[in-house]
C-alpha cells in the first residue's frame, strides 16, 4: 500500500449467476445527454454534452461527496447479462513473447492500452488517474458498458475514473465520479448498478459511487469505518461483505435494516458483524459495537473471538459462494452462505513448485466459476483457477516485476478482459485483452 501510494504521488508531484456469466452489474454516461430511464424520477443534475465532470478542477459532481442522509441512486433500466459458458478450460498455453503492449497472451487473444496516466484517455480529453486499482464493468442501457477504475493516491487525492464503451466496444467517454478520498484500493460492483469504493488507511470508509458520474458519491459509515480492501453483495440476501488489509484483519458482514425507495438495500443503516470462525470452519457473526470507530477502538479489536485474516484483499458473490483473498499467507478462501462454512479454496504451500500463482490480490469469478486472481508482483499475471483445481495463466505483464494487476473485470460479453498495471512505468497503464474467455450459452 505505501509503495503504491508513495510512487503515486511522486508520479503527481512529478509531472453475478452461474448461469449468466458476466460481473456487469450497472451502468455508464453518455457522451452528449443523460441516459433515459423508461420514465423514472430524474436524478435532479444534468449531465451534458460534455459536462465539466471531465475536467480536473471544475467544482463537479465528483467534488461533492455528501453524507449517508442523501437521496438514494436512481434505478437503471439496463440489460440482463447475457447467459454465457466459460472457454477458459480450453484456453492454449501463453505465448513465448509479449506483444506491442507487453503482454504474453494465449493464441487468438489481442491487447489494447485504454488509459495511461496523465495521458488523455483515447477519443477523450480526461487524463487518466495515477495508480488504477480495484474496478468493475457495468452494463449500460444504450448496450454499451462502463469500466470504472479506482486511483490508489495518498492525501485526499485518491478517487475513481470511468470509461465508457459503444457497444462495438470503442470508447465514448472517460470522466470522473469521486475525488479527494484516499487510498482507494479495491471496491465492489452492486446489484443496483453502483461502485463501492474503498478507502484502505485506518478511519477508511466506503464510499458508494455512480457509474454514470450523474449523482455525487456517499459515504457509508454505516458499513464500518476501517482499513477497508473490497466489498461485494450477496444478491439473494442482500448482505454485503467486507475484507480488511491489515496482516490481522477481520471478514467482516453488514446486514442491512431495511431497504430504500427504489427497492435497493439501504447502506446507511443496519448492523456491522465480524467473522467468528471455529476449529471445523462453522461460522458464527456478532456485531461490532461500535462500527464507525468513534470510541477509540479500532473495529477489529472490538470482538476479541473474532478470527484474524493475513491481509485481506479481494472478494467476490457468486451462486451463494463467497471468494476472498488474504496476501499475507496467499490463500484464496470460500465461505458458503448457506451453510455458513469456510474453508481454504487455495493455498499456496499446497502446490508444488514452480509455482504458477503467488502474490494473490484482486479477484473476479466468471459465470462458470472459474475464480481470476489478479497477482500483487509475483509473476504478474492473471492466473484463472478452474472449478477443478488446475491453474491456467491467461495473461502475463512483462517486464514490470515491481508493479501489480488490479481491477479484473469482464465486459458483458465476457470477451474482454480489463485490468491495470498499477506501478508501470508509465505511473498506472490499463488494458483491455479481447479473446474467447466465454461464448454464448
Known amino acids: 500500500m505505501l509503495r503504491s501510494g508513495l ?7 512529478a509531472g453475478r449467476a452461474l448461469g449468466a456469466c458476466s460481473p456487469a452489474l450497472g451502468a455508464g454516461p453518455d457522451g452528449a445527454a443523460s441516459p433515459t430511464d423508461g420514465g423514472l424520477f430524474d436524478s435532479g443534475v444534468e449531465s451534458g454534452a460534455d459536462a465539466s465532470i471531465d475536467a480536473a478542477a471544475d467544482g463537479s459532481l465528483a467534488d461533492r461527496a455528501i453524507d449517508a442522509a442523501a437521496p438514494v441512486f436512481r434505478r437503471r433500466m ?6 454465457l459458458r466459460s472457454r477458459i478450460a480450453q484456453i492454449a498455453p501463453l505465448a513465448e513473447r509479449a506483444d506491442a503492449n507487453g503482454l504474453r497472451l494465449p493464441p487468438g487473444f489481442s491487447s489494447r492500452v485504454i488509459a495511461e496516466y496523465n495521458r488523455p484517455v483515447p477519443g477523450t480529453s480526461h487524463l487518466w488517474h495515477v495508480a488504477p486499482d480495484g474496478g468493475a464493468t457495468f452494463a449500460t442501457e444504450d448496450g454499451g458498458w462502463i469500466y470504472v477504475s479506482n486511483s490508489e493516491q495518498l492525501a485526499a487525492m485518491g478517487g475513481v475514473g470511468a470509461i465508457r464503451f459503444a457497444g462495438d466496444g470503442s470508447i465514448t467517454r472517460a470522466y470522473t465520479i469521486l475525488r479527494r478520498t484516499t487510498l482507494n484500493c479495491a471496491g465492489g460492483p452492486t446489484p443496483w448498478h453502483t461502485w463501492l469504493s474503498c478507502e484502505e488507511i485506518g478511519r477508511g470508509q466506503v464510499w458508494e459511487c455512480d457509474p454514470w458520474g450523474e449523482q455525487p458519491a456517499v459515504a457509508r459509515p ?5 482499513e477497508h480492501e473490497a466489498v461485494c453483495v450477496d444478491h439473494d440476501r442482500w448482505h454485503l461483505y467486507l475484507t480488511e488489509d491489515v496482516n490481522n484483519g477481520r ?3 453488514f446486514v442491512p435494516a431495511g431497504m430504500n425507495a427504489n427497492g435497493a438495500p439501504d447502506l446507511s443503516r443496519g448492523t456491522l458483524e465480524v467473522a467468528v470462525v471455529d476449529r471445523t470452519g462453522a461460522v458464527t457473526w456478532r456485531a461490532v459495537p461500535d462500527p464507525t470507530y468513534s470510541s477509540g477502538t479500532a473495529t477489529r479489536y472490538q470482538v476479541p473471538e473474532s478470527t484474524e485474516f493475513n491481509g485481506g484483499e479481494g472478494i467476490w458473490y457468486v451462486d451463494h459462494k463467497v471468494y476472498f483473498s488474504t496476501k499475507g499467507d496467499d490463500r484464496i478462501w470460500l465461505y458458503d452462505c448457506r451453510a455458513s462454512t469456510l474453508s481454504i479454496y487455495y493455498d499456496f504451500q499446497r502446490y508444488p513448485a514452480p509455482r504458477v500463482l503467488t502474490g494473490v490480490d484482486n479477484l473476479t469469478v466468471s459465470c462458470c466459476g472459474d475464480v481470476l486472481v489478479a497477482e500483487d508482483q509475483g509473476s504478474m499475471d492473471v492466473v484463472a483457477i478452474l472449478p477443478n483445481g488446475e491453474l491456467k495463466q491467461l495473461v502475463q505483464v512483462v517486464g514490470q516485476d515491481a508493479s501489480e494487476i488490479t481491477g479484473p473485470a469482464f465486459d458483458p460479453s465476457g470477451t474482454r478482459l480489463y485490468f491495470s498495471s498499477q506501478r508501470s512505468p508509465a505511473g498506472g497503464t490499463t488494458f483491455e485483452v479481447t479473446g474467447p474467455f466465454h461464448a454464448p450459452a
Open 78 to 83: 439496463v440489460p440482463p447479462p447475457p447467459a
Open 7 to 13: 510512487a503515486g504521488f511522486a508520479s503527481v508531484m
Open 251 to 253: 471478514l467482516y458482514r
Open 222 to 226: 454505516a458499513l464500518g469505518v476501517f
